[in-house]
C-alpha cells in the first residue's frame, strides 16, 4: 500500500501562499524557451537537464522501491501516438523502467499528456502540466529524496498526487469544512506580476460549462487553462476585458 507520497518539482515551496499556488517568477513549461523571465531566458539545453533531474529522482525512488516496470493508467493522447516510439502504447500496457523513464521525458515536454505510471497499489509516478510531478511509494525513500534534492530539485514529503482518485486526496490545496471560492488568476510575463481576483458563486456554472471536466473533477475545484477560444466567452460571463497578453487560469481556494 503506497504510504510515502512526494511532490517532486524544481519550484521551491517556500514560494507558495497558504491555498498552495506558486508565485515565483520562473518557466513553467518549454513554451518559455527564449522567453525571459524575472530577467532569464529559458534555453533548450537548460530546459532538457531540467528534464534529466525529474528522470533521475524517478529512477532513484523506482530503485528503492524496488520497482523495475510500470504500468500505463489513464492513456490520453496529445499527439499522433501511431508513430513510434509510442505506436503500441496502450492503457493497461506495462512497460520497463527505461521505457517508463522515457515517457515521463516525453509528458514533461508535453508530448504525451495525461499517463499516470504505476505498479499497482505499491507505486505510482503522476506527471502533471507545468513540470509538475509526484511519486509514491510502500516504502520511505530516504536516499531517493535525498539524491533528488541534491541535484537541485524540491521535495515535499506528504503531498498526494492530485490524479488520485480520492477526492480526500485529490484536492490538498482546499481545507476540510472550508468554503471553496473560485478565483482567476492572472499572469502577465512582460512585468512578471502575478494577480488573482475571486469569481461570484452565480458565474461558476457558467464557466464550468465551457470546459471538459477532469474525470475525478465533479465539483470543478481542478485549474483550468483560459486558452484564446475561450477569452470572450469568460470574459462576457465575468463582465471584465481579457487582456490577450496575459495568461489566465481558474482555480479554487478554501476560506472566507
Avoid at 44 to 69: M, P, Q
Wanted: proline share 5%.
Amino acid at each position: 500500500m503506497v504510504a510515502n507520497h512526494y511532490r517532486v518539482t524544481k519550484y521551491n515551496p517556500v514560494l507558495r501562499d497558504r491555498n498552495d499556488i506558486y508565485f515565483g517568477d520562473e518557466w513553467t513549461d518549454r513554451h518559455d524557451i527564449g522567453v525571459e523571465l524575472a530577467g532569464h531566458v529559458l534555453t533548450e539545453d537548460e530546459f532538457e537537464a531540467t528534464i534529466n533531474k525529474y528522470l533521475y529522482a524517478v529512477e532513484a525512488f523506482a530503485h528503492e522501491s524496488g520497482v523495475t516496470h510500470l504500468t500505463v493508467v489513464d492513456l490520453v493522447e496529445k499527439v499522433d501516438t501511431r508513430e513510434p516510439p509510442w505506436a503500441s502504447l496502450r492503457k493497461g500496457a506495462t512497460v520497463s523502467l527505461d521505457q517508463a523513464l522515457e515517457l515521463v521525458r516525453s509528458m514533461l515536454r508535453g508530448e504525451v499528456l495525461g499517463p499516470k505510471l504505476e505498479d499497482g497499489d505499491r507505486f505510482y509516478v503522476h506527471v502533471h502540466d507545468r513540470m509538475y510531478m509526484w511519486i509514491g511509494s510502500d516504502v520511505d525513500c530516504v536516499q531517493a529524496v535525498s539524491e533528488a534534492e541534491r541535484i537541485g530539485l524540491f521535495v515535499e514529503p506528504g503531498q498526494v498526487s492530485w490524479l488520485l482518485p480520492d477526492p480526500a486526496d485529490r484536492f490538498r490545496w482546499l481545507r476540510e469544512g472550508e468554503p471553496v471560492h473560485h478565483i482567476l488568476v492572472s499572469v502577465d510575463r512582460r512585468n512578471d506580476d502575478r494577480r488573482h481576483r475571486d469569481i461570484p458563486d452565480d458565474k461558476v456554472p457558467a464557466l464550468r460549462a465551457l470546459f471538459s471536466l477532469n474525470r475525478d473533477d465533479e465539483h470543478f475545484y481542478d485549474s483550468y487553462e483560459i486558452d484564446e477560444s475561450r477569452w470572450a466567452p469568460v470574459s462576457e460571463i465575468l463582465g471584465i476585458p481579457l487582456d490577450p497578453a496575459i495568461e489566465y487560469t481558474l482555480w479554487t481556494r478554501s476560506g472566507d
